[in-house]
């Protein structure tokens, strides 16, 4: 030991780790303090002198027995330790094949038959599965027979309340009952088809034409109005734009009104 203050003596370095039994310090032991010529010898037993080349660049395990011997070495060192022939463990059970039903340390039972209830054949499955049917189109009946009839959740109820809620003055469409009217005798079959042809047969609002929809367009009365059979009140829609122009009556017009002014 040394006085306090003083330097560490050579035993005291050896017991905290700077210099080994042989009084090479951590850092020569590691190969950091080591001289030129001992690096340089270091160098070469990994590589050639001619260019730096690895030895065995090039070769095959047919060319070279080192090479052979080095992947036996290698694979062996993965293998680990082999299994005796009397071994029970789970994965030599499973080799041999002595792993399957009672033998298997996870067996609960095994299968068990039960009864379709939709055609009656048996089939089996696990005691855990909630499976009642045999196959795929017996699990499609029953299924809509769970839902059907009595056995929906909504059988027998009835829910007047939001049709009353829904219903005239407090509909939200509601425009003082202007459905319940009749339309004007001269709106008919000869005025709509003059209209749709002014409009080249197209939806003023989408540009569908009718041979895309494969239907007669509709005539639409721009504030709706009736009895106004105006030209510059009718125009051309498809059947859902149609029906779209019911609500929000305000915006329609205005939008509709606009494009007439446009085009007409």
Not at 158 to 177: L, M, S, T
Not at 230 to 250: G, Q
């Amino acid at each position: 030991m040394t006085k306090k203050g003083g330097t560490q003596t050579e035993a005291h370095k050896i017991a905290r780790g700077v210099y080994d039994q042989k009084g090479k310090t951590l850092e020569q032991r590691l190969g950091k303090g080591a001289a030129k010529a001992t690096k340089q010898k270091m160098s070469d037993s990994h590589w050639s002198k001619n260019g730096g080349v690895v030895w065995s660049k090039g070769l095959t395990k047919e060319m070279d027995i080192r090479l052979e011997n080095a992947a036996k070495k290698q694979s062996k060192s993965r293998k680990g330790k082999p299994h005796k022939d009397e071994c029970q463990c789970p994965f030599c059970n499973a080799v041999k094949g002595g792993c399957e039903g009672s033998c298997n340390p996870n067996y609960k039972g095994g299968k068990e038959t039960r009864i379709c209830v939709v055609c009656g054949s048996g089939f089996e499955c696990l005691p855990k599965s909630e499976q009642k049917s045999c196959c795929v189109d017996c699990g499609h009946i029953q299924q809509g027979a769970a839902i059907s009839g009595e056995n929906h959740p909504s059988f027998g109820k009835k829910f007047p309340e939001w049709g009353d809620r829904q219903r005239g003055v407090n509909n939200p469409n509601w425009n003082n009952g202007s459905s319940f009217e009749p339309y004007d005798i001269k709106f008919n079959t000869a005025l709509k088809y003059e209209i749709r042809e002014r409009d080249d047969f197209t939806c003023q609002y989408c540009g569908i034409s009718e041979d895309n929809r494969k239907r007669v367009h509709c005539v639409h009365h721009i504030d709706y109005n009736k009895k106004n059979n105006a030209r510059e009140n009718l125009i051309t829609l498809c059947t859902p734009c149609n029906n779209r122009a019911n609500s929000s009556r305000e915006k329609w017009e205005f939008l509709f009104t606009t494009l007439q002014e446009i085009w007409l």
